[in-house]
């Protein structure tokens, strides 16, 4: 993976010095708190519900066990013991001390981590697939692009300051594991005709109030033309993009209101200018970075071991049905640790769980970890005679639930536990779905499910994109929960529909209940998953089964 | 019109700690909301949250909450207000643990 440089270095330590500074400034009254907002905003420290949160970057969501090492020490440090996996990749601490961050930030800053732009109307972390690097499916790691990307937005003076955040999300792979099209730019790494390698750009998705599948803007980019073509869409947006309503501002918007044609004609005009800008260092640097993420040296040995604890051991059997999947290398497996035990916060791990899976990834991982937008933890290279050894060590610390894509790999915000623009909780909804479907042990009989639940209309837990999807919303001083169905994150993106009134706390578990009922019964076969019935057949007999009242009424 | 004044809480975040806390019957800032000084006068409301707003070296976020009367202590009566009052509801941390 990519090492800091000399300047990486010393811009982030640079920023550690100015934080601190700052919070001494805030503390001693020289700065108010309207003046310090933006400099903790731009450090990733937000003040929510009952504490402050510190929200580390962690770009394409790549670690290496000294890095992970890291923030289970900070998370023990300073914090109480844990930290929280985001959608965005990230982690974030939720009880920090306001006169704690600078020495956080510093001990991020001696593993090359930091917490610069994940917040503000800013470029944020640029996310990539998951299985980057490692998927068989792949036609090259995204990794290298979404470090170029990384190290272009850094501090960029044009795009510090935009109407909105910004999101870039890459893949490699047809199959989209990172929701490009749910981003403000998603980008497609694909071969022409020609056989070279280049991009599809996507731009104007979104989820939020307004949620939208992204748009094709250019269907193929030659490698070469990246960063000049991304800085003519962030210029054309930066013209373009509402400042007058803040909930008009995002690309998607520009997009929506101008017209995929002249938004591309815009950029394209632009690229022609800033391409002769570009004298081609930006190429020589890609270069570079593609060789820091270099296949790692895969080790040759027999796999008996694993074929032989596959046919003796059910329950890792079961791990590797839903927890594995096909590495480039047929002798590997890119194995997926779920941090969904049942009743547990979804995307939490405790200090001691992240000291295990840096071992396990330094021991048997080539040292790789990455963090997934499901908010769940993966050992990208791993070979298959190795798999069983890691069960058991996962299995001693609660993370060996073979759960991956099933019902209870539920997707869920803060919420209102932590954040302090929910407008409901999340987090005990996941948990107690989690739960309920474990004890009436259905889960494996359904089969592959994505539930998201977000706990405001900002949609931090991408319930659009659900199969399932719920928002929990406040009605007249009461936490009620909405249900989408048919959303699809991946490369058929598409918009879940509502299914009608929203549940309280008390009656969103059992509607989902119903609703699963209704899919088993009325699905055509075992094969046949939750999206694919919904797709044959509709709202309607998932309306029926959330609304059983009405339906006897219109009878 | 102006709506009718409810009464309230005053009730802020500490600026080190990021700890919800309340103006108090002692008028000092209390981590209880039992202890929270209950206002039904409107001008004493907003008099309090203008002094909470100059106090930038201990508080951050200062404003006031609706709350109400029950067994003569205030309680919340919005959800939001209840779960600031005792912190998160998947782990025990924060006042549930600390007060």
């Known amino acids: ?555 | 019109m102006a709506r009718a004044f409810t009464p309230k809480v005053l009730t802020a975040n500490r600026l080190i700690e990021g700890d919800v806390v309340y103006y108090g019957q002692s008028g000092d800032w209390v981590l209880s909301h039992d202890d929270a000084l209950y206002l039904t006068d409107e001008v004493q409301a907003n008099e309090l949250l203008a002094a909470a707003h100059k106090q930038v070296d201990l508080l951050v976020g200062a404003y006031l909450a609706d709350a109400t009367l029950e067994g003569g202590k205030p309680v919340p009566t919005h959800f939001r207000e209840e779960f600031r009052t005792r912190g998160p509801s998947n782990y025990a941390h924060g006042k549930q643990a600390e007060v």
């Not at chain 1, 020495?103 to 981590?113: F, P, T």
């Not at chain 1, 005709?193 to 599809?200: F, L, S």
């Not at chain 1, 970075?289 to 040759?300: E, G, L, S, T």
């Not at chain 1, 001693?396 to 302090?420: E, F, H, Q, R, W």
């Open chain 1, 1 to 555: 993976m990519y090492s800091y440089n000399e300047f990486d270095k010393a811009f982030v330590q640079n920023r550690v010095h100015q934080f601190r500074a700052q919070v001494e400034r805030r503390v001693d009254g020289s700065l108010t708190e309207d003046e310090f907002k933006p400099l903790r905003l731009m450090n990733g420290l937000y003040l929510q519900l009952h504490a402050y949160m510190l929200r580390v970057a962690i770009p394409y969501g790549t670690l290496n066990s000294a890095k992970m090492h890291q923030l289970a020490f900070i998370a023990d440090k300073w914090d109480k013991g844990y930290g929280h996996f985001t959608t965005r990749q990230n982690i974030q601490y939720n009880w920090p001390k306001l006169s704690d961050v600078p020495d956080m930030l510093q001990a991020l800053a001696d593993v090359d981590m930091h917490a610069i732009q994940t917040s503000g109307n800013c470029i944020r972390n640029v996310t990539a697939d998951h299985f980057a690097g490692a998927a068989a499916d792949e036609v090259e790691d995204p990794r290298p692009t979404a470090e170029l990307l990384r190290q272009w937005s850094t501090d960029h003076p044009e795009f510090a300051f935009l109407g909105r955040k910004f999101k870039f999300a890459v893949t490699g792979s047809e199959n989209d594991r990172a929701v490009i099209k749910a981003h403000d730019v998603g980008l497609r790494i694909l071969r022409n005709d020609a056989g070279e390698i280049g991009y599809q750009v996507i731009i104007g998705g979104g989820l939020g109030r307004t949620p939208m599948i992204g748009k094709v803007l250019r269907e193929f980019l030659p490698r070469a033309d990246l960063l000049p073509y991304c800085e003519a869409i962030m210029q054309v947006y930066n013209a373009l993009g509402r400042r007058d309503n803040k909930y008009k501002a995002r690309i998607k918007i520009t997009v929506h209101e101008n017209g995929i044609e002249k938004i591309r004609a815009l950029v394209e005009e632009r690229f022609i200018i800033q391409r002769a800008a570009f004298g081609g260092y930006d190429q020589v640097l890609f270069s570079d970075i593609k060789a820091a993420f270099a296949a790692p040296d895969y080790i040759n040995a027999y796999t008996d071991g694993f074929e032989a604890s596959l046919k003796t051991d059910p329950a890792f059997r079961s791990f590797v049905d839903t927890n594995l999947s096909a590495h480039k290398n047929p002798d590997y497996a890119i194995v997926s640790i779920s941090i969904k035990k049942h009743g547990d916060t979804p995307g939490d791990a405790t200090s001691q769980q992240m000291r295990v899976m840096a071992d396990l990834a330094e021991k048997y991982g080539h040292d790789e970890l990455r963090i997934s937008h499901a908010q769940n933890v993966i050992l990208p290279h791993v070979h298959k005679s190795h798999i069983p050894a890691i069960y058991a060590e996962l299995r001693k610390v609660g993370l060996a639930t073979a759960n991956i894509g099933l019902i209870s790999d539920i997707i869920a915000c803060p919420g209102m536990d932590y954040c302090a623009l929910a407008t409901a909780r999340s987090i005990p909804i996941a948990q107690q779905i989690a739960v309920r479907f474990e004890a009436l042990k259905l889960e494996h009989d359904i089969g592959p499910l994505q539930i998201k639940i977000s706990g405001c209309i900002n949609a931090c837990g991408h319930h659009h994109v659900g199969h399932i999807g719920i928002l929990g919303l406040d009605r007249a001083g009461v936490e009620s929960y909405q249900i989408t169905l048919g959303g699809d994150g991946t490369q058929t993106a598409t918009i879940g529909k509502s299914a009608g009134r929203g549940f309280s706390y008390t009656e969103i578990v059992p509607a989902i209940e119903r609703l699963i009922y209704a899919y088993l019964d009325i699905r055509q076969s075992t094969d046949e998953t939750f999206l694919e019935t919904y797709r044959r057949l509709g709202l309607e007999p998932f309306k029926a089964a959330l609304y059983p009242e009405t339906s006897i009424a219109a009878e």
